[in-house]
């Protein structure tokens, strides 16, 4: 597995991360428990040194399951994970954000027993809490760093000025923006622009689209009670059936290739910035090892015009969320 760095100041990991939320959390299947800790031990095994939760994913479980499986290789890999939402203590669900210092704190404390780790490599607010200055918060993760609970500050989806204004003061080290070939805001709102000027790391999740860009997904396809999905516009029948046309074009590009249109889809990100990690999420070894084999596909320039050529005369149908969790992205 090919390596980069995160950032001017961030660790190394493997190009292609795991984004560990889909193993119990958001879709109607999850696997059994020590199927998914097979599977991240998998991961690890094939070169992912990078694996991404939250204590939001459960809420708490995840974070429990990523640190059993990782334990026997813990000074091998870079375990990232999230603060930032208010999880009712009865429903564990979310109620809405805090990173009120002192609730960083807790959390911190909370992830670092979950995960049964002595420090948490990254540490990124999950979304931008407005009631709490920026500056704030990263002064509170300062401190985590200085008593050496966490390695790393880390944002997820903030807007290009949240991003300076906490970088003035604690370094940021990497950014997670929701980044794939039908949702590329990163390019258009200075985030990316932000990233390579202060010498950020750039984590997109979903980079296949929440499964769609594999192309195992049509307008026939009627998403499981449970799935996230459902709530989602891009997941309509409609949406579904006009978004067809980016999965065509990974899939002609994967012909040429012979590769696969989530592979494809993973080396064009890949290729944008040389510190740009993904963090593609699977349930299944075949689907892992797929991913995987994305950081060995090599697309030249011809390619990548190819493909800008053909997206830009697709005009992606949905918006991503919902009004109202589209509203806590980007500030």
Not at 4 to 11: E, M, V
Request: proline share 6%; hydrophobic share 40%; aromatic share 6%.
């Amino acid at each position: 597995m090919q390596r980069r760095k995160l950032g001017k100041s961030g660790p190394e990991v493997s190009a292609i991360g795991f984004g560990c939320m889909g193993l119990n959390f958001g879709y109607a299947t999850p696997i059994s428990k020590d199927d998914a800790i097979a599977l991240l031990r998998a991961a690890a095994e094939r070169g992912v040194t990078l694996f991404d939760t939250a204590e939001v994913y459960g809420a708490y479980t995840n974070e429990e399951l990523v640190g059993e499986a990782l334990k026997p290789i813990r000074d091998y890999v870079v375990i990232a994970t999230k603060f930032g939402f208010k999880i009712d203590p009865e429903t564990k669900k979310q109620v809405g954000l805090d990173s009120r210092p002192e609730h960083i704190r807790e959390v911190c404390d909370a992830s670092l027993k979950r995960l049964g780790i002595e420090v948490i490599d990254l540490f990124y607010q999950h979304r931008v809490d407005p009631n709490v200055p920026i500056e704030d918060v990263a002064g509170a993760v300062r401190e985590l760093i200085a008593e050496g609970k966490v390695k790393h500050f880390g944002l997820s989806e903030p807007g290009a000025q949240t991003v300076r204004r906490a970088h003035a003061v604690h370094p940021v080290t990497a950014v997670q923006n929701e980044y794939s070939l039908w949702t590329r805001e990163p390019e258009t709102n200075g985030i990316l622009d932000t990233c390579e000027e202060l010498g950020i790391g750039f984590v997109p999740y979903s980079p296949l689209g929440r499964g769609f860009l594999t192309g195992a997904m049509n307008k026939e396809t009627r998403l499981a009670e449970g799935d996230f999905r459902r709530a989602l516009p891009r997941f309509t029948p409609e949406a579904l059936e006009k978004n067809q046309a980016l999965v065509d074009l990974l899939k002609r590009i994967a012909a040429a290739k012979k590769a696969t249109p989530a592979q494809i889809a993973l080396a064009w990100l890949l290729a944008q910035k040389p510190w740009i990690v993904p963090i593609p999420g699977t349930t299944k070894l075949h689907r892992l090892e797929e991913n995987i084999g994305a950081a060995a596909v090599e697309l030249t320039a011809d390619d990548l015009a190819e493909i800008e050529r053909a997206a830009a005369a697709i005009t992606v149908e949905g918006e991503r969320y919902p009004a109202h969790l589209q509203a806590t992205v980007g500030r």
